[in-house]
């Protein structure tokens, strides 16, 4: 009789194990990590870090996760460094004649009238000149014609942990692409930018999205897609970065102060020249 007894316990207690496990595993697999970063130790490692860290949801980040792509492509552009043209071995004229030709001129002339009142106003307040304001968006971007394709968390995160190389780099751009969408109310998976995770007009990495976007319309949002956003977030930038205000960038060959914190942008002095002569070029 206490055999049987203890046999029914037993059946009863696995009987209510199973039930246990029968509701509790949908949940754990509707929950868990798929995707093409389901078996990244990288990504999971990240994910532990944002939810200790940031306080950041696990269910809702598995669930982002599982949405982001490696981009195998992106990858082979990290393998070729010819990819950064600023540095092309090609000669300064070709480099030259991507940004200074008649349709970006154009272009910087309409850009510079249309926003005439924000590039003065930027102007007075961070004491760079609206002409280098409004090249460096012809430069970066040829005046919004080309803001990136790519979705920023998939460029971020298959450079991140897929890229040995920049991984310490990217897991941190993409840390800032999270802190920053959280604090904007922006849903991670609908912004675009370069293959390298760049935004907006002025091409911003989310960590200098962080430190120096500004909301130059005062809406309530620092949105790079927004052209005066934009304005007010490169001139702080350059401000922050040590412009001083009244200083040239170059006169003839000799370059000056403000050249060196162009070049705080893009370290490279085909970039910083040929911003400044789209900069006289647009206001002729």
Do not use: C
Not at 8 to 31: D, E, M, Q, R
Not at 172 to 189: A, C, D, G, H, Y
Not at 200 to 205: I, L, S, T
Not at 256 to 262: D, E, L, M, P, T
């Amino acid at each position: 009789m206490k055999y049987k007894t203890f046999l029914k316990n037993i059946s009863f207690l696995l009987g209510l194990l199973f039930l246990t496990l029968s509701h509790s595993l949908p949940v754990y697999a509707k929950n868990a990590l798929t995707g093409d970063f389901a078996n990244s130790a990288k990504a999971k490692r990240f994910i532990n870090q944002m939810v200790k860290q940031h306080n950041f949801n696990r269910s809702k980040l598995n669930k982002l996760f599982s949405k982001v792509k490696n981009r195998k492509d992106i990858l082979n552009k990290y393998r070729n460094p010819k990819k950064n043209i600023a540095e092309h071995s090609r000669d300064w004229n070709w480099y030259k004649g991507i940004f200074i030709n008649a349709d970006n001129i154009a272009n910087g002339k309409k850009f510079m009238r249309k926003h005439k009142k924000h590039l003065k106003r930027a102007e007075k307040k961070y004491g760079v000149p609206a002409k280098y304001i409004g090249a460096i968006i012809g430069v970066e971007t040829k005046y919004g014609k080309y803001l990136g394709k790519d979705r920023v968390i998939d460029a971020l995160a298959t450079i991140a942990f897929g890229f040995p190389q920049r991984s310490k780099y990217f897991t941190s751009e993409l840390k800032n692409f999270l802190l920053m969408t959280r604090s904007q109310k922006i849903n991670p998976v609908t912004l675009n930018g370069s293959y390298a995770g760049a935004m907006g007009y002025g091409q911003f990495m989310p960590s200098s999205y962080r430190t120096y976007a500004i909301d130059f319309d005062s809406n309530g949002k620092k949105d790079l897609w927004n052209e005066i956003d934009a304005i007010g977030s490169i001139a702080n930038y350059l401000k922050r970065k040590g412009w001083k205000r009244g200083v040239k960038v170059m006169v003839g060959n000799k370059k000056h102060h403000n050249f060196k914190i162009i070049k705080r942008y893009n370290n490279s002095n085909r970039y910083a020249k040929v911003v400044h002569i789209l900069a006289q070029k647009i206001i002729e």
